[in-house]
């Protein structure tokens, strides 16, 4: 089952329509999941579609273009108006090495147009998406194009892909130094591999973990006490808390509860 609110910031307000599908069993160790992501404003109504940073890598197709968005390390927004679409493959966390040797830290917070990354056999399949009028007909044209470049002898992607899964069944995680232990590493070997294979450092993806989860909390609670819920993610302090939490979402933590359907 697909969690289709994951990342996506306030999500109870939508005015679109948003279908997530697993990958075929061959695109598994790659794919996350592939999104389609469509609208139909009437004239003089939009909204702003936000999700939170994300360390994955994602090839898009929207507006006749193929694009290779980086891992974000900011809040990703979107406005929505009168009529569209938007096709997104995202990749695991450290994936994209798999079809691309070159590392995601060269285009993190980066879009950029598919050809450059991925050469000129991506243009064939871009012309063959925006032709095809079916979704299924879409997902079909993408998935073979990736499944014709997936490599499996990269040992290290399974070493991430764990890390990661720690970092989100650990609500204990809050430092670099226990995410290494667990995957018996040196701090600095585990910083290295993020580096070249992800884009983004460890102690950045843990963050963005837990204040994904105080998102989630605020959206589903009455009531939040922030200091307390600060140092249940590993704050020392509840200013700390709130400056990152606004740095990943655009809004303080006060505000962003306000917003939320239990306020």
């Not at 069993?25 to 109504?45: H, R, T, V």
């Not at 609500?171 to 667990?182: E, G, N």
């Not at 909390?217 to 990152?244: N, P, T, V, W």
Request: positive net charge; aromatic residues 12%.
């Amino acid at each position: 089952m697909i969690d289709y609110t994951t990342g996506i910031l306030r999500h109870h307000i939508k005015k679109y329509r948003m279908v997530r599908t697993l990958p075929c069993e061959a695109l598994q160790p790659l794919i996350e999941f592939f999104y389609e992501i469509s609208w139909n404003m009437s004239a003089g109504e939009n909204q702003r579609l936000e999700s939170l940073p994300a360390p994955s890598v994602h090839l898009i197709f929207m507006n006749g273009e193929a694009e290779i968005s980086g891992p974000i390390k900011r809040r990703f927004s979107y406005l929505m108006e009168n009529q569209g679409c938007l096709f997104g493959a995202k990749f695991w966390p450290g994936a994209f090495r798999m079809i691309c040797d070159k590392s995601p830290s060269i285009w993190t917070d980066k879009r950029l147009p598919a050809g450059l990354i991925l050469g000129d056999s991506v243009l064939p399949v871009k012309n063959a998406f925006f032709r095809a009028d079916q979704a299924g007909e879409r997902l079909s044209i993408v998935q073979k194009y990736l499944s014709c470049f997936i490599q499996s002898n990269e040992e290290r992607i399974p070493i991430i892909k764990k890390a990661f899964a720690d970092i989100e069944r650990h609500k204990s995680i809050f430092t670099v130094a226990q995410l290494a232990a667990l995957q018996k590493m040196t701090v600095r070997s585990l910083q290295r591999l993020f580096k070249e294979y992800v884009g983004v450092s460890p102690k950045w993806a843990i963050q963005l973990f837990r204040l994904r989860e105080a998102a989630v909390q605020m959206e589903s609670q009455s009531f939040i006490d922030f200091s307390r819920l600060a140092l249940e993610l590993g704050y020392s302090d509840q200013a700390h808390f709130c400056k990152d939490f606004k740095r990943m979402t655009g809004q303080t933590p006060k505000s962003y509860a306000l917003c939320s359907p239990e306020a």
